[in-house]
């Protein structure tokens, strides 16, 4: 009884250490949060611009009541122009008891990754701020930016959107 126990055991903590992240793309590149701070995924809509607010924060919508600032993470990373069209998504995240939309160009799928599938982040010296990175995750040939969403939306953010939603 006692070795089929350990042979058990295992594969129930690999299961239990694996960590689920919603794929999506900006650009050519594709990204990874932690599934577990995703609410909702929607369609596109043009939001209500706010005045003086900074150019990646597209501006606000009402989500059943709630006033949610929606941000282009196209425009937040420096990756070029964005564009709008049916494949655009908007994830409604949940980062820091905070109800926030993220703009992104597509969402592909949730993969399951286990420790062993996240590499580090490579150092990139002050050239480039990787500190919101939890690592690559690396899926049979993908390749995937893991990104820690709570450090993106760094506390001076957060406070902004706070101003936004009010």
Do not use: C, W
């Not at 122009?81 to 703009?103: C, E, H, K, S, W």
């Not at 995750?137 to 959107?161: A, C, H, N």
């Amino acid at each position: 009884m006692q070795a089929s126990t350990a042979l058990v055991a295992p594969d129930a903590t690999a299961a239990a250490l694996a960590s689920e992240f919603l794929a999506f793309t900006l650009g050519q590149e594709e990204y990874g949060i932690h599934i577990l701070k995703v609410q909702e995924l929607r369609g596109y809509e043009t939001p209500t611009r706010i005045a003086n607010a900074p150019e990646y924060i597209k501006g606000v919508v009402n989500l059943r009541g709630i006033i949610v600032p929606i941000i282009d993470m196209r425009i937040r990373l420096n990756l070029g122009a964005p564009t709008y069209d049916q494949f655009t998504v908007v994830i409604i995240l949940n980062v820091a008891g905070r109800t926030i939309g993220m703009v992104v160009d597509s969402v592909s799928d949730v993969i399951m990754l286990s420790p062993e599938q996240v590499k580090p982040a490579p150092e990139m010296g002050t050239a480039l701020k990787t500190d919101y990175l939890i690592g690559l995750g690396t899926l049979d040939q993908r390749m995937v930016i893991l990104v820690d969403i709570d450090k993106l939306m760094s506390g001076s953010e957060l406070g902004l959107i706070d101003t936004l939603g009010s």
